[in-house]
DNA sequence: GGTAAAATCACCCAAAAGTATGACTAAAAA
DNA sequence: TTTTTAGTCATACTTTTGGGTGATTTTACC
């Protein structure tokens, strides 16, 4: 039960307990602080700038999946709209033929734009290694050994446009 | 509508409460440790909050956009690759303006098919690092860093079909 | 509730790619 | 004839990529 709960919201304990390092560390810089007057504005500014970008960085936590997967779906929507709906339809049989999942394929589209792994997992906000892992499911489900390969595979097959 | 904010907006909420709760033991905390100024913490309490707050919503607001825009790159992209595929006239004079080469084309069109530089030598009868002064010299010329960007590019550039 | 797939991340190691510099040759341009 | 340019190659170094393995966590489905 209670283990339960703990493991459900690990995240939420994290965050608290990062959260309360964080205030404590702010009141023990206010005691020091506190002596000048004039810095009162900095600190309090600090405090801003730091919530500002928690809250930044929890926004994107969140609706980071959610967003993501809108992406696909509405490039493959737009695209069967805008032309040739008999060729790419082939394009999601052959995904699933391939099983590509829509990860992987946002990996794979990314990676055809040029972008490093690291560049990668910048832009979707994951780290190098879960990167190197989605592309070599990739190279290992397209049966390719390079990056290049993939793209000039994957264009070929009407995977990516 | 306000249950599907609810619902969608559930884990924000839910660190937003935890994070009053937090709030409430520092002040609890603090009461117990050091008699203080109450006033400055709560003030200082709501400006987190107001700033987390903002953040969460800066962030909303900023990538839902350039979700949008990404969309619309691409389906510009696939509509040009779709209705032209006649122009192939201004490839030398793109060449020559870059100052690619003969011999540096023809690395970059192996290149473009997925070889290694390593396959490129053994190709073109020459050594790797031929191969390797030569993709150098093209990422210079295309300005970009990486292979898959110059083929990305060069494509783009009807350099290479 | 349990299971399976998908997604995440880490660590290590090896190979490939890329950077920088310098040198040599043959052919073309001045 | 001298200079320039393209092409060739090397050495040393850094960065990126890819392979292999194993682990945890989400998500989806039954």
Redesign the interface.
Known sequence: MISGLLTK?KH?II??FS??IL??L??WL?LRLIVFNHALEIY?GA???I??????????K??KPK??V??IE??IE??NA???PEIFKANESILTELGISKRELEVLQL??????NQEIALKLFVSLNTIKTHTSKVFEKLD?K????????AKRLNII?
């Open positions: 919201y939420v965050y608290g959260l309360a205030l404590f702010m009141h206010q309090i405090i801003a700038l919530f500002t970008a928690l809250g930044i960085w929890l926004a994107l969140l609706t967003v993501q809108q992406i509405q490039i737009k695209t805008a032309e040739a990676m055809a734009t040029g972008l490093s390719v390079r990056r290049t390969q993939a793209i000039e595979k446009p």
